[in-house]
């Protein structure tokens, strides 16, 4: 239960950082506003540098879940699971999805 919290938080934080860099919202300024929010649980933990929780671990948890859910609705989990599947670096941290938007503009 605390995983899938945990999982579908930081999902969000990428989401919401995803969309603040599309309409021109410095990173470091949504990262503070964010952080004063009822997100800001999520976006410490999604900005922390001492954690290791692998994203190819953190879909399984995902999967794990929905399993149990069967076919009860939880689109929020569902997103989530496939954002974890479709990771770039399945070994780093979760927060490393958060880096996905910022990473792809400089490539």
Known sequence: MLNTALITAVTAVADTLTVADAVGVDRRTAIDALGTGPLGGAVARATATDAAFAAALAAKDARLALDVLGDAPAP?????????AAARHP???????TDAAASEENQ
Not at 91 to 97: E, N, S, T, Y
């Open 76 to 84: 929020l989990l569902r997103a989530a699971a496939a954002a974890l």
């Open 91 to 97: 070994q780093d941290d979760i927060a490393r999805l």
